[in-house]
């Protein structure tokens, strides 16, 4: 196997391992809020915890992988982020909790902004499409993930025993991972010290943009399974396979995404994505049937895999900004967007219902749809 292969490859693990503990955390959200016996609106304070310290590690995620590279800092960062599962059931209390999932948001945004910085200068690099392969391997991660969690919780496996064993072995990819990614040089840029930024002109509409499309996906990551388990009374372990249908089809057609991106325009595949994810999300929340809503996930996910990887390259892309540069901005401002989505939706729902809140993912994607046009910095 030639380097620049090695190098794809280490970072397509790094992503699936990434969407592997996120779907982890995803599974066990209903099995934290009954270990801690909070409500809605505590477990959406344990989700803003995260975003804070996501907000926290973001302030310092351009520093960090500008100093050290995105090698280094995705090989840190990620094997603490897996390792952190193991402790979501240990905490002796709920403000515990909250201190946990603090340290959780700083170094899964920091390792996010790095896999995205290696995977965008691995783009440019070959000059061919790859990021929507890349997030499809998040999505493929998401996917096993929820399958295995679902599958042990069927069979009985203690919940505790479960984050234990994906903590390890995801801990142990990472850093593996690591070992083949670019080197420093590659992905370190100058004027690190300086720390985040935000973003101005068309570096900052590109953020916002992304924001919106991570809110809405952050949301049916996190609250998907506790809908399905809620709202229409599946069991558990049916629920767990909300996450798993979201994340099987956005995984399939990210996997195309690259291909589409060559043949597409990026305003004309940005609207017509956002159009599928409004489409089916409005499905999910007005039927009653388990087999119906995990169709419209399914849908949601089609609809939202290729948002993020089209404005992430065109980050890249942006004149007169260093392409590492740029996807550390924008995956910034997006990443924020991620962790802000599910906790808004906590409160949301705190006030009225789980159903009523989740139309932010419905709002979100018109949104994203009428704005497809800034998609191409060119």
Not at 118 to 147: I, N, T, W, Y
Not at 307 to 314: G, N
């Amino acid at each position: 196997m030639d380097i620049s292969h090695r190098m794809r490859w280490a970072a397509r693990a790094q992503f699936f391992c990434s969407g592997f503990v996120f779907a982890t955390w995803g599974v066990h959200i209903p099995t934290v809020k009954s270990h801690y016996g909070v409500d809605e609106a505590e477990l959406g304070l344990a989700m803003l915890a995260a975003g804070v310290g996501a907000l926290l590690g973001l302030t310092q995620a351009s520093r960090w992988i500008g100093r050290y590279g995105a090698r280094r800092s995705a090989g840190v960062c990620g094997a603490t982020y897996a390792l952190l599962l193991a402790g979501l059931l240990a905490m002796p209390a709920y403000s515990a909790l909250l201190c946990l999932l603090a340290v959780f948001g700083i170094v899964t945004s920091v390792f996010d902004v790095a896999i995205n910085t290696e995977a965008a200068q691995l783009e440019l690099r070959d000059d061919k499409p790859l990021m929507s392969g890349m997030h499809g391997m998040f999505s493929l991660g998401g996917m096993v993930g929820a399958v295995t969690g679902s599958a042990a919780l069927a069979a009985g496996l203690r919940p505790q025993i479960h984050l234990l064993l994906v903590a390890a072995g995801m801990a142990l990819t990472i850093a593996v991972a690591a070992r083949s990614m670019l080197p420093k040089e590659a992905t370190a840029f100058s004027g690190a010290g300086n720390g985040f930024r935000l973003p101005r002109g068309t570096l900052l509409l590109l953020g916002l943009l992304a924001a919106l499309g991570l809110i809405a996906e952050g949301a049916i990551y996190d609250w998907s399974v506790l809908y399905l388990h809620q709202e229409l009374a599946s069991p558990q372990q049916q629920a767990a396979l909300a996450y798993a249908s979201f994340s099987a089809a956005m995984a399939l057609a990210r996997f195309g995404g690259d291909a589409m991106r060559a043949r597409f325009a990026p305003a004309l595949l940005l609207r017509g994505s956002a159009l599928v994810a409004a489409g089916s999300m409005t499905l999910v929340l007005l039927t009653d049937l388990p087999w119906l809503a995990l169709v419209g996930f399914a849908g949601v996910g089609v609809g939202f895999a290729n948002v993020v990887p089209i404005l992430f390259a065109a980050s890249a892309r942006v004149p007169g900004v260093e392409p590492a540069r740029g996807i550390a901005a924008v995956s910034a401002m997006a990443y924020l967007g991620f962790m802000a989505g599910p906790p808004v939706i906590g409160f949301l729902a705190q006030l009225s219902s789980l159903t009523h809140a989740l139309y932010v993912v419905v709002a979100f994607a018109a949104a994203l749809a009428m704005s497809a046009r800034y998609a191409d910095p060119a």
